[in-house]
C-alpha cells in the first residue's frame, strides 16, 4: 500500500505559479497511475490531471489544458503538477492520487478508479 504526502502549497498572486509535488512511500512507485485532484468549499472534488505509470500519456481536464503541467520521476518516486497563470478560482486544497488499476472505463478521470490519496495541500490564489 502506498502513502502519499502533498508539499508546494500556499498564497501564490493571480497570473503566479507553484509546483506542487507529490512524494510516495511504502509501494513501488512505478506501477502507479498517478492524478492530480483539487477541491474547492462547497465544490465537488475535481478531476485536473492524469499520468500513467510510465510517462508515456499525460491527460488534463479543460479547466487547466495549457496552464498546467503533470510529471513523474520514479527514480524519485514523486510526481509534480506544475501549476501557471494561477486565477483566484484555482483557489482549493489539492490532493495527490494513485491507483494501481491497469483499466478504466473512464480513462481515469473518476475519483472512483483511484485507491489511494494524499492529505492535500491547500493553494491560495489572492493579492
Known amino acids: 500500500q502506498v502513502q502519499l504526502v502533498e508539499s508546494g502549497g500556499g498564497l501564490v498572486q493571480p497570473g503566479g505559479s507553484l509546483r506542487l509535488s507529490c512524494a510516495a512511500s511504502g509501494g513501488r512507485f512505478s506501477i502507479y497511475h498517478m492524478g492530480w485532484y483539487r477541491q474547492a468549499p462547497g465544490n465537488a472534488r475535481e478531476f485536473l490531471a492524469h499520468i500513467r505509470r510510465n510517462a508515456t500519456y499525460t491527460y488534463y481536464a479543460d479547466s487547466v489544458k495549457g496552464r498546467f503541467t503533470i510529471s513523474r520521476d520514479n527514480a524519485k518516486n514523486t510526481v509534480y503538477l506544475q501549476m501557471n497563470s494561477l486565477k483566484p478560482e484555482d483557489a482549493a486544497v489539492y490532493y495527490c492520487?494513485?491507483?494501481?488499476?491497469?483499466?478504466?472505463?473512464?480513462?481515469?478521470?473518476?475519483?472512483?478508479?483511484?485507491?489511494?490519496w494524499g492529505q492535500g495541500t491547500q493553494v491560495t490564489v489572492s493579492s
Open positions: 492520487t494513485a491507483t494501481s488499476r491497469s483499466y478504466s472505463i473512464t480513462g481515469y478521470r473518476d475519483l472512483r478508479d483511484y485507491e489511494y
